[in-house]
């Protein structure tokens, strides 16, 4: 108190706290109150970027997964193609695979220096079938067969080429060309089956 005036000093309050002191106060409680919200914030930015980190490696984890789901099933499907050729090694099969005759027709025409028109109409007169044809170009008869496996296994190895059959496939067609050396019946069994691809059949 100012014994002059008799008054209190303004810096002084009831509890005894001074005016500046309050103040600092209260700017200690206004910095707490910041800090504090920072703090919230700084873990709603945290909780919000782990959310987002996780449902972006779940997305890549099923996008693994179903990539692996795919290539089983193309695995799968390539085995079970595999497979079912494996049904043609000891009978024909009900219908030859376009491709196939065609690369066998056309590289028995030019070995035997005619058309796929010419050797047709050749096995178009009685009597006539490509075994004959094939002879009167200048093979001997013990030379035919062997002629033809091997423009057969050449036609097997186009369709590899191509992506049409895979290399089991073609080995299992070969087996069942090959089956035709071992007896005169089946030689004759393949001279026809041949002789069909030129007439249509």
């Given at each position: 108190?100012?014994?002059?005036?008799?008054?209190?000093?303004?810096?002084?309050?009831?509890?005894?706290?001074?005016?500046?002191?309050?103040?600092?106060?209260?700017?200690?409680?206004?910095?707490?109150?910041?800090?504090?919200?920072?703090?919230?914030?700084?873990?709603?930015v945290v909780i919000i970027?782990?959310?987002?980190?996780?449902?972006?490696?779940?997305?890549?984890?099923?996008?693994?997964?179903?990539?692996?789901?795919?290539?089983?099933?193309?695995?799968?499907?390539?085995?079970?193609?595999?497979?079912?050729?494996?049904?043609?090694?000891?009978?024909?099969?009900?219908?030859?695979?376009?491709?196939?005759?065609?690369?066998?027709?056309?590289?028995?025409?030019?070995?035997?220096?005619?058309?796929?028109?010419?050797?047709k109409e050749k096995l178009?007169?009685?009597?006539?079938?490509?075994?004959?044809?094939?002879?009167?170009?200048?093979?001997?008869?013990?030379?035919?067969?062997?002629?033809?496996?091997n423009v057969l296994q050449?036609?097997?190895?186009?369709?590899?080429?191509?992506?049409?059959?895979?290399?089991?496939?073609?080995?299992?067609?070969?087996?069942?060309?090959?089956?035709?050396?071992?007896?005169?019946?089946?030689?004759?069994?393949?001279?026809?089956?041949?002789?069909?691809?030129?007439?249509?059949?």
């Amino acid at each position: 108190m100012n014994r002059q005036t008799g008054q209190v000093p303004e810096e002084t309050i009831k509890n005894g706290e001074t005016m500046e002191e309050r103040k600092l106060s209260k700017d200690n409680e206004r910095r707490m109150i910041r800090w504090r919200f920072l703090a919230l914030l700084l873990s709603g930015v945290v909780i919000i970027l782990g959310s987002v980190l996780l449902v972006a490696f779940w997305q890549m984890h099923g996008q693994q997964i179903s990539h692996s789901n795919a290539t089983l099933a193309t695995t799968e499907t390539q085995t079970s193609n595999s497979t079912s050729g494996s049904s043609q090694i000891n009978g024909a099969p009900s219908t030859w695979p376009a491709q196939y005759k065609n690369a066998a027709k056309q590289e028995i025409a030019t070995e035997l220096n005619l058309s796929i028109d010419q050797i047709k109409e050749k096995l178009s007169h009685p009597q006539v079938s490509l075994f004959e044809v094939t002879t009167g170009q200048g093979f001997q008869p013990n030379q035919v067969f062997p002629f033809w496996l091997n423009v057969l296994q050449d036609a097997g190895n186009f369709m590899i080429k191509t992506g049409t059959w895979t290399p089991q496939q073609a080995e299992n067609y070969w087996d069942y060309w090959s089956n035709h050396q071992k007896s005169a019946s089946e030689e004759k069994s393949m001279d026809a089956e041949l002789s069909a691809w030129f007439t249509g059949g």
